[in-house]
T-cell receptor, first 116, second 116 residues
């Protein structure tokens, strides 16, 4: 089975611009979660999508948004970029079984975003 | 609130030796899952091992085993016969099963360096 894929792998943007990141989950997985990783804040949960609906949300401003398509592929959008948005953005997919502690998330290689 | 604590920022271990990476957690939920991930310098998070809160036996996956002590709220990762390729960041994570809060909470990680 192919793993989780993310595109692009690297991005350089300037402040004020917007960016869209893409994530294709493992075949059969219906849940996609997004995480931001920075040296200062570590790994932080952004949001989770399941069956095209946002199911969980972290504590990020409204500039961060996402969506999921019927084929479970997901996109994340950041508008009005700030310097502090520079980070590794990781996407993870899972079966999405609600109420199961064993719902294992498998991660993609990440998109490294640099905001100048 | 859920919290994961990894108190070892970095460790140096001789090749072929066993290594234990510490992880303690805090949660008031009776049902939860504990995960360990490996993150090489490339950035991708690689799933290593899972332990459920109701599992009676410690989980094992090849050279990885999880020393689960529920009363102490600890879930240490043990790597036997370490290899140079084990050099990476290691993250402990927890997943709760409360609907609407089913996300992974990560610790700050431990950087493991294997010395030849």
């Amino acid at each position: 089975k192919a793993g989780v894929t993310q595109t692009p792998r690297y991005l350089i943007k300037t402040r004020g611009q917007q960016v869209t990141l893409s994530c294709s989950p493992i075949s059969g997985h219906r849940s996609v979660s997004w995480y931001q990783q920075t040296p200062g804040q570590g790994l932080q949960f952004l949001f989770e999508y399941f069956s095209e609906t946002q199911r969980n949300k972290g504590n990020f401003p409204g500039r961060f948004s996402g969506r999921q398509f019927s084929n479970s592929r997901s996109e994340m959008n950041v508008s009005t970029l700030e310097l502090g948005d520079s980070a590794l953005y990781l996407c993870a997919s899972s079966l999405g079984t609600s109420g199961s502690s064993a719902d294992t998330q498998y991660f993609g290689p990440g998109t490294r975003l640099t905001v100048l | 609130a859920q919290k994961i604590t990894q108190t070892q920022p970095g460790m140096f271990v001789q090749e072929k030796e066993a290594v234990t990476l510490d992880c303690t957690y805090d949660t008031s939920d009776p049902s939860y899952g504990l995960f360990w991930y490996k993150q090489p310098s490339s950035g991708e998070m690689i799933f290593l091992i899972y332990q459920g809160s109701y599992d009676q036996q410690n989980a094992t996956e090849g050279r990885y085993s999880l020393n689960f002590q529920k009363a102490r709220k600890s879930a240490n990762l043990v790597i036997s016969a370490s290899q140079l390729g084990d050099s990476a960041m290691y993250f402990c994570a927890m997943r709760n099963t409360n609907f609407g809060n089913e996300k992974l909470t990560f610790g700050t990680g431990t950087r493991l360096t294997i010395i030849p």
